[in-house]
């Protein structure tokens, strides 16, 4: 059962998926920032995991059949797994739902083309968690950018180092994410997603992307615990390495142009501009306690779209990633190719 849309009222939800991204970010957001409160609501958390427990007095719903137990609502946030995204969405669709769904929403194409057909059936709104847009160093990064403070950057990398995949809730010895039933492809799907539309944000699609995944360390997995993509542009050049072989967690971006670089290192952001370096201390604004603020203006966001009901731009946010994606797994590696 759904309500009937009205704009600038508040919208009430469900949440799908009780994993670790939904109670680190997704349920302190909605309550916790004033503008979000006022505008959407979690009434429920559905998910069939017998040890799941309700949190914060939210009704935990076992299945769709439990639904009507909360009474009407507007949209579903799926918290899920990756393999599942795509089925949920167009589920939460059919039902009638707008959908806020969890990253990456679709992996190729022809995924994007068939949420993009559902959704306009529908009417309805899918809105992808690119919740990265929303931390305050990649946007002061983005603003320098658009600012020409760099001049025309040409090269840009980005560098990921972890020592695993991330296992969230999950205590199984091989964690969701470096199973292909549950993450449907590994670090490129999970880290690259991120880095695919900050880099869609300040350049655009691509050319053409190389791409080369492996396993390097994590035997026990079966997608890539590695991957190395480069992107090219007419007049520039972006390279990617993602991994979960690495000794110690590190995160590295850079950019460079004909008037100076643009260093993100850690919590250490560094302009060099015409031989002139001033750097920036931003290792508390990047601490996982802040995730939920991130996610928060990202609510904001959706609660404006489904105002509008014009999420068109949503659409092809996630058709652009998609193809990005579907890109680099088919130049990638036969074997771990997305099946």
């Known amino acids: 059962m759904r309500s009937s849309p009205s704009a600038s009222r508040p919208y009430r939800g469900v949440l799908l998926g009780l994993g670790g991204i939904a109670r680190a970010a997704h349920l302190p957001a909605f309550p916790d920032d004033p503008r979000v409160a006022a505008r959407l609501r979690i009434v429920g958390i559905m998910d069939e995991s017998p040890s799941v427990t309700a949190v914060d007095g939210i009704p935990l719903?076992?299945?769709?059949?439990?639904?009507a137990a909360v009474g009407p609502i507007d949209f579903v946030d799926?918290?899920?797994?990756?393999?599942?995204?795509?089925?949920?969405?167009?589920?939460g669709l059919s039902e009638g739902y707008h959908v806020?769904?969890?990253k990456p929403v679709a992996t190729t194409r022809a995924e994007a083309?068939?949420?993009g057909a559902a959704a306009r059936r529908a009417g309805r709104v899918v809105m992808p968690c690119h919740q990265y847009r929303f931390n305050p160093v990649w946007q002061r990064v983005r603003r320098w950018l658009d600012e020409g403070l760099i001049g025309h950057w040409?090269?840009?990398?980005?560098?990921?180092?972890?020592?695993?995949?991330?296992?969230?809730v999950d205590r199984s010895s091989v964690p969701w994410r470096g199973?292909?039933?549950?993450?449907r492809g590994?670090?490129?799907?999970?880290?690259?997603?991120?880095?695919?539309?900050?880099?869609?944000?300040?350049?655009?699609?691509?050319?053409k992307t190389i791409a080369w995944t492996g396993r390097l360390r994590h035997g026990a997995y079966d997608v890539e615990d590695t991957a190395q993509l480069l992107f090219e542009y007419p007049d520039r050049m972006a390279t990617m390495l993602l991994t979960w072989a690495a000794r110690r967690r590190e995160n590295e971006i850079r950019f460079i142009g004909d008037r100076g670089s643009i260093s993100w290192t850690g919590g250490m952001l560094t302009l060099e501009r015409d031989g002139h370096v001033e750097s920036f201390d931003h290792t508390a604004e990047l601490d996982k306690a802040s995730y939920a603020r991130w996610f928060a203006e990202l609510f904001q966001g959706f609660a404006s779209t489904l105002d509008s009901g014009d999420g068109a731009h949503h659409m092809a946010d996630i058709a652009q990633v998609a193809a990005v994606l579907e890109d680099a797994y088919t130049e990638a590696?036969?074997?771990l190719q997305i099946v």
């Open 100 to 102: 806020l769904c969890e």
């Open 113 to 115: 083309t068939a949420l």
């Open 78 to 91: 799926i918290c899920t797994p990756t393999a599942s995204h795509l089925a949920l969405t167009l589920w």
């Open 61 to 67: 719903l076992k299945s769709a059949d439990d639904l």
């Open 186 to 207: 590994g670090v490129v799907l999970d880290h690259g997603t991120h880095l695919v539309y900050a880099l869609l944000d300040v350049a655009g699609p691509p050319t």
């Open 154 to 168: 040409y090269l840009a990398e980005f560098r990921v180092y972890r020592l695993a995949a991330d296992p969230g």
């Open 333 to 335: 590696s036969a074997e």
């Open 179 to 183: 199973r292909r039933a549950g993450g």
